[in-house]
């Protein structure tokens, strides 16, 4: 059990990559963090530093009431499940969990006891004996799992342990990891780029984007609020519709506007808030043009361009409407719905 | 998977293309077996005016030797001190490269120019080295007080022969450990140092492991190697002396052929180390086949 504190970290690699720039994130005893962002922001890199695995460049790390920056993997008490598992395809399943504790000296029978226990939880009892290429991959990734706990350590790390798997098993696992952890209470580090995943499993929500962190939050408050344009677009899908003030100002909307701070010059608008209904005297009204219906089960996409012929808009609506692709059609949202940014900053104001 | 065939329309061609690597095989290889296999059942008198039928006599003959029970016994020792010497630096070497490269251009090749050597070249060059009279490494081992000469100790002309074989198989079995090395996947070896395993210990327990296919596939091409394919360096260095210490049988076979002229024991010896390399041949293409042991 252990909180962890990034200290100003930075990492830049051999040969000038500046991957992870001025991270300074607090992460309470027990909490399940994820981090998210798109390839290339330093999500891996960052978890990479806390396993020990990458040199800390620059900053301070504390895991628990220990600078680790100098410790080796090995003496820094967490665990990691790697995204290609890395099960030692030589060894028994049991063999797999066991190597931890064998080379920590642990004794024959606690080692066993451990092991089993382990394999009774993520129900890989059945396959101590196999060696992992026997395995599906969804056995893999538990045995992965059961290979990070059976060391009972004080921190989890996850570099996309699900990305491997299929869709469906991805989201059975993800339910799984989180209960497992909320069982265990051990301080976790998830990376992911998928939102979805990291909205559903995180307390909280690192949004990193080319090595800096654009926001920290429950996933509620990233949704709901974002700091900035980037953040808008990448957590929520499909994703905020950005448009200019300027653009709805001269469509009649200068009234929903009004609230808004002045410098407020884009304007976010989720398609979910979007409807075709009209809402109460104060809010949106805009006139669009449907280019394309997508029905999803659940939901439905409609992609619109507004009557200045270029804006683009994605609306999400839960049921399917009675309208023909091409059909002119009014679109309307509230004015508390808007979200609204400074263009030269991407900065939320308000 | 699936495979490609090609369907050839006409009858003859697939014939012509196989012949020049059949008849190549014919001349060079089935004949001489042949010859060898034919020759080992007779004996001739010492003039080589009359052939007699023997049967198995050069066989009995020949087991009985101490001459060549000597030189089993010397090969055994040559073809084993050659082949942990060449793999054991060969793996060492490739190790520190890898560490040093880890996929990046590399001074590998360097190392792989050992291997364009001819035998017999490799032989003169440590036959220069090793000189006792004009060689730097005498010079230098008289200088801690040792008196190397191989042309009087057995022992010193072994080790000569085993080093100079070793040598030019260093850089082959290098190209093979490197490579196996650069497939071990780095989260395997980053997994287990979290596990907590130390440096060496990773090296036992996680990439050696991974490497064994390799191991084994360079161990039986390596016996094969000093058993049959250093005649050159023994030729080049000692010739089979001093009082036959480095008489391996390869090197017996010409010696007892080609100089005594006693064509039917040479005959049965080439037979003794056909039946080797085929035995040899068997077990390494038997293991391949389940040579993924994990
Ligand atoms: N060993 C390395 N040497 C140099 N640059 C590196 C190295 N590893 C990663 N980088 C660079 O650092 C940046 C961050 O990489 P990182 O692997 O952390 O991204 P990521 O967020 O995990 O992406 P993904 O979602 O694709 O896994 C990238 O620009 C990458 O090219
Ligand atoms: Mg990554």
């Given at each position: 059990m252990a909180a962890i504190v990034m200290d100003n970290l930075h990492k830049v690699y051999a040969g000038g990559v500046r991957a992870v720039s001025d991270i300074m994130l607090?992460?309470?005893?027990?909490?399940f963090v994820v981090l998210v962002g798109p390839s290339g922001c330093g999500k891996s890199t960052l978890l990479r530093m806390v396993a020990g695995l990458e040199t800390i460049t620059e900053g301070r790390l504390t895991i628990g009431d220990r600078v680790?920056?100098?410790?080796?993997?090995?003496e820094r008490d967490i665990a990691m499940v790697f995204q290609n598992y890395a099960l030692y395809p030589h060894m028994s399943v049991f063999n797999n969990l066991a190597y931890g504790l064998r080379n920590r000296g642990v004794l024959k029978p606690e080692i066993e006891r451990r092991v089993r226990e382990a394999a009774a939880m993520l129900e890989i009892g059945a396959f101590l004996d196999r060696k992992p290429r026997q395995l599906s991959g969804g056995q893999r990734q538990r045995v992965a799992m059961g290979r990070a706990l059976?060391?009972?350590?004080?921190?989890?790390?996850?570099?996309?342990?699900?990305?491997?798997?299929d869709a469906k098993l991805r989201v059975q696992m993800r339910v799984e990891i989180k209960q497992l952890q909320r069982r265990l209470g051990t301080t976790s580090l998830y990376v992911t780029h998928d939102q979805l995943e990291a909205m559903t499993m995180a307390d909280r929500l690192v949004v990193l984007n080319g090595g800096r962190i654009e926001q920290v939050g429950t996933p509620m408050d990233v949704y709901s609020r974002p700091a900035t344009t980037f953040v808008a677009g990448f957590i929520g899908s499909p994703a905020m519709n950005m448009l200019p003030a300027s653009?709805?100002?001269?469509?009649?909307?200068?009234?929903?506007?009004?609230?808004?701070?002045?410098?407020?010059?884009l304007v976010g608008l989720r398609p979910e808030d979007i409807g075709l209904d009209a809402v109460a005297p104060g809010g949106v009204r805009l006139q669009a043009r449907l280019d394309l219906l997508e029905p999803a089960g659940a939901e439905t996409h409609l992609h619109v361009r507004l009557i200045d012929g270029k804006t683009r808009m994605t609306v999400r609506l839960s049921h399917v409407p009675g309208l023909t692709?091409?059909?002119d059609l009014v679109l309307h949202a509230p004015a508390a719905a808007l979200h609204p940014f400074e263009a030269e900053s991407g900065h939320r104001l308000l | 998977m699936q495979t490609k065939r090609t369907t050839f329309s006409g009858y003859w061609l697939p014939y012509a293309l196989l012949a020049p690597q059949v008849i190549i095989t014919l001349i060079f290889f089935i004949w001489p077996a042949g010859q060898a296999l034919y020759q080992s059942v007779l004996r001739q008198d010492i003039f080589g005016l009359r052939v007699t039928f023997v049967g198995l006599d050069n066989f009995r003959r020949l087991m009985e030797d101490p001459l060549y029970l000597n030189s089993m016994q010397m090969t055994l020792v040559f073809a084993v001190g050659t082949t942990v010497l060449s793999m054991a630096l060969a793996l060492l070497f490739a190790v520190m490269v890898n560490n040093m490269i880890r996929s990046r251009d590399s001074y590998s090749t360097l190392l792989v120019w050992p291997y364009a050597v001819a035998p017999a070249i490799a032989g003169v060059l440590w036959w220069f080295i090793?000189?006792?009279?004009?060689?730097?490494?005498?010079?230098m081992l008289d200088m801690v007080?040792?008196?190397?000469?191989?042309?009087?100790?057995?022992?010193?002309?072994?080790?000569?022969?085993?080093?100079a074989a070793a040598w030019k198989q260093i850089s082959y079995n290098f190209i093979f450990f490197l490579a196996g090395l650069q497939s071990v996947p780095q989260s395997l070896i980053e997994a287990a140092a979290i596990d907590g395993a130390s440096r060496a210990k990773r090296f036992w327990t996680i990439v050696f492991p991974l490497l064994s296919p390799i191991t084994f596939f360079l161990l039986v091409v390596n016996i094969v190697y000093a058993m049959f394919d250093t005649f050159g360096i023994i030729h080049a260095t000692t010739e089979g002396g001093p009082a036959q210490a480095t008489n391996i049988l390869v090197y017996k076979v010409y010696r007892d052929g080609f100089v005594g002229l006693n064509l039917g024991s040479s005959a049965a010896q080439s037979v003794i180390l056909m039946t080797i390399v085929i035995a040899l041949t068997v077990i390494q293409f038997r293991y391949i086949e389940r040579r993924v042991n994990y």
């Open positions: 607090d992460i309470a005893d027990g909490e680790v920056n100098a410790l080796e993997p090995a059976v060391r009972e350590p004080a921190v989890f790390l996850f570099d996309e342990p699900l990305s491997n798997l653009l709805l100002r001269a469509n009649g909307n200068a009234d929903a506007l009004s609230g808004l701070p002045g410098n407020a010059d692709e091409g059909a | 090793f000189n006792p009279s004009i060689g730097i490494l005498p010079y007080g040792y008196d190397w000469n191989h042309r009087r100790s057995g022992t010193d002309a072994m080790i000569l022969v085993i080093i």
